[in-house]
């Protein structure tokens, strides 16, 4: 009787544990995210600049087809370059999605985050800039002769142009 008792718990432990198992077998195909060559990227620009553009690029790895839906961007200075929306990205397919960044006026580290929302759930991606700042870097003795020839001409000059 022991024998028998312990055979029907075996097989009943090797069933449910078979049935676990197909559940997240299934659900990880249907849950599979879009995966990302990079969720930052990270680049350098000098004083002046007023747009940097920053390429993810990301590829679907499942069997099925995801959908990208939308995205949650807080700020204005992130443009998103993207196909009309949902946009159905197939399955085994890689493609990149550009981003502007306007950084005029800025200057220092500028970080922006925003999220992708997709049918699998969403991933937030990360653009960030190293904005070169004019009054941390020295003058070289040509941007210092010529600001010099420029304040000789006109000592208003400086509440003019770029400077005002």
Not at 10 to 15: G, L, P, Y
Not at 36 to 57: K, R
Not at 70 to 89: A, D
Request: aromatic fraction near 8%; proline fraction near 5%; hydrophobic fraction near 40%.
């Amino acid at each position: 009787m022991l024998g028998l008792t312990r055979s029907i718990f075996t097989s009943s432990i090797q069933r449910r544990l078979w049935v676990v198992f197909l559940i997240l077998t299934c659900r990880q195909d249907v849950m599979a995210q879009l995966q990302w060559d990079l969720t930052a990227i990270y680049t350098e620009a000098v004083h002046g600049s007023n747009q940097e553009t920053m390429t993810f690029t990301f590829s679907n790895p499942t069997a099925a087809s995801i959908d990208i839906e939308s995205f949650e961007i807080h700020c204005g200075c992130v443009k998103v370059r993207h196909p009309e929306l949902p946009w159905t990205i197939p399955p085994g397919t890689m493609h990149s999605l550009p981003v502007d960044l306007n950084i005029r006026g800025k200057k220092g580290l500028f970080h922006q985050e925003f999220l992708v929302m997709t049918s699998a759930g969403k991933v937030a991606l990360i653009v960030e800039v190293d904005i070169e700042d004019p009054v941390r870097r020295p003058m070289t003795k040509e941007e210092r002769a010529h600001n010099k020839d420029i304040a000789i001409k006109d000592a208003q000059a400086i509440f003019k142009g770029e400077c005002a």
